[in-house]
């Protein structure tokens, strides 16, 4: 099986922090370290990227999501829905 790569972007603002991305950090760690031998990460941390009415917010290989909440997020770092051959890269 060849080696997938994630770019991960998740807000870091107080907004985003407090509504879920303080959680949705340790399962991305999480979920990252299950399958580490097939994939490697870039991940960073942004301030606020004035999307708070819709957070918490996470860019996911050039692709944004709102209102990730825990099960959304474990859907999102699936392999198949973080190839980016699929995605593309393209923000939404």
């Known amino acids: ?20 991305n ?25 301030l606020c990227q004035n ?4 957070g918490p917010n996470i860019v996911i290989n050039g692709k944004i999501y709102h209102e990730v909440d825990p099960v959304t997020l474990m859907t999102l770092l699936h392999p198949a829905n973080t190839d980016t051959r699929t995605h593309g890269g393209q923000p939404s």
């Open 1 to 20: 099986m060849s080696e997938r790569h994630v770019d991960i972007i998740i807000c870091m603002g107080s907004s985003c922090f407090s509504r879920g």
């Open 51 to 54: 999307l708070c009415k819709v």
């Open 22 to 46: 303080n959680r949705n950090i340790e399962l991305i760690e999480s979920a990252l370290a299950a399958g580490a031998e097939k994939t490697t990460c870039q991940i960073e941390g942004h």
